[in-house]
């Protein structure tokens, strides 16, 4: 008799941190840090002082990422776990994927697409959204704060893209409508004006003037964080999650 299933994404395609087409799968086993272990399989992974802990901090970049924590291959886990979870291993050695294809846990809220780029996050955790997942879609934040000024203007509408330097870009007034702006390495960018959206390498704001005018010397701090860190073009998603949200990626370090 057929089946008459339907199913509202795709079929169910496994479990995160399995192991796909082992046939073109370079694994390496390596030392697990004891002092930060992997919590969960199927994250990015990095080395620190030669043993394998999650991609964790917001200095960590996509040079960080070593692989991927694969379940164990070719055995499996020992079966002590509840159904549905899965729990690595705190000490001894772990599978580390460095080439080929592995199923993981989609974070964000983004939907991955076949081909789609592969994000994995380093900052501004929260549910659905653990440190060293992979997501299909950037998370970067900017955020402005006055100095101690003089002209009581407010500045919105900020934004960021990856193109955008992390750390705080400086804003300051020559005039009570014109400013100049640096990034956070102190190169000078286009000037701006109060009244109109600012856009220079990745970041906008806009800095509307108050009923207290702006003089020189007034200032605004323009900080910016990536969330989330991109992957080389050699990795990328090869479908949509499943109603579980668990998706191929495809990796290659």
Do not use: C, H
């Given at each position: 008799?057929?089946s008459?299933?339907a199913?509202?994404?795709?079929?169910?395609?496994?479990?995160?941190?399995?192991?796909?087409?082992?046939?073109?799968?370079?694994?390496?086993?390596?030392?697990?840090?004891?002092?930060?272990?992997?919590?969960?399989?199927?994250v990015?992974?990095?080395?620190?002082?030669?043993?394998?802990?999650?991609?964790?901090?917001?200095?960590?970049?996509?040079?960080?990422v070593?692989?991927?924590?694969?379940?164990?291959?070719?055995?499996?886990?020992?079966?002590?776990?509840p159904?549905?979870?899965?729990?690595?291993?705190?000490?001894?050695?772990?599978?580390?994927?460095?080439?080929?294809?592995?199923?993981?846990?989609?974070?964000?809220?983004?939907?991955?697409?076949?081909?789609?780029?592969?994000?994995?996050?380093?900052?501004?955790?929260?549910?659905?959204?653990?440190?060293?997942?992979?997501?299909?879609?950037?998370?970067?934040?900017?955020?402005?704060?006055?100095?101690?000024?003089?002209g009581?203007?407010?500045?919105?509408?900020?934004?960021?893209?990856?193109?955008a330097?992390?750390?705080?870009?400086?804003?300051?007034?020559?005039?009570?409508?014109?400013?100049?702006?640096?990034?956070?390495?102190?190169?000078?960018?286009?000037?701006?004006?109060?009244?109109?959206?600012?856009?220079?390498?990745?970041?906008?704001?806009?800095?509307?003037?108050?009923?207290?005018?702006?003089?020189?010397?007034?200032?605004?701090?323009?900080?910016?964080?990536?969330?989330?860190i991109?992957m080389?073009?050699?990795?990328?998603?090869?479908?949509?999650?499943?109603?579980y949200?668990?998706?191929?990626i495809?990796?290659n370090?």
């Open positions: 008799m057929p008459l299933q199913y509202q994404f795709r079929m169910p395609a496994g479990f995160a941190g399995d192991l796909q087409r082992a046939e073109v799968a370079t694994i390496e086993t390596q030392l697990i840090s004891t002092a930060a272990p992997p919590t969960a399989f199927g990015a992974v990095k080395y620190v002082s030669g043993a394998v802990q999650p991609i964790n901090l917001a200095t960590d970049t996509a040079a960080s070593v692989g991927i924590n694969l379940r164990p291959y070719p055995i499996q886990g020992n079966g002590t776990d159904l549905g979870t899965s729990t690595p291993p705190t000490s001894g050695v772990t599978d580390v994927l460095k080439r080929g294809y592995a199923m993981v846990a989609l974070g964000g809220v983004a939907a991955a697409a076949k081909g789609g780029t592969v994000y994995v996050r380093v900052g501004n955790v929260s549910a659905g959204k653990v440190l060293g997942d992979f997501e299909a879609a950037p998370d970067i934040a900017a955020v402005g704060v006055a100095g101690s000024n003089t009581n203007g407010t500045i919105g509408t900020l934004s960021a893209t990856s193109a330097t992390p750390g705080a870009f400086k804003v300051t007034f020559t005039a009570a409508t014109a400013f100049n702006v640096t990034d956070p390495n102190g190169i000078a960018l286009k000037a701006g004006a109060t009244g109109a959206a600012y856009t220079a390498e990745g970041l906008t704001f806009t800095i509307t003037a108050g009923g207290t005018a702006f003089v020189a010397g007034d200032s605004f701090t323009v900080t910016v964080t990536q969330n989330t991109v080389p073009s050699n990795w990328y998603f090869t479908g949509p999650a499943d109603a949200g668990i998706t191929e495809a990796a370090i």
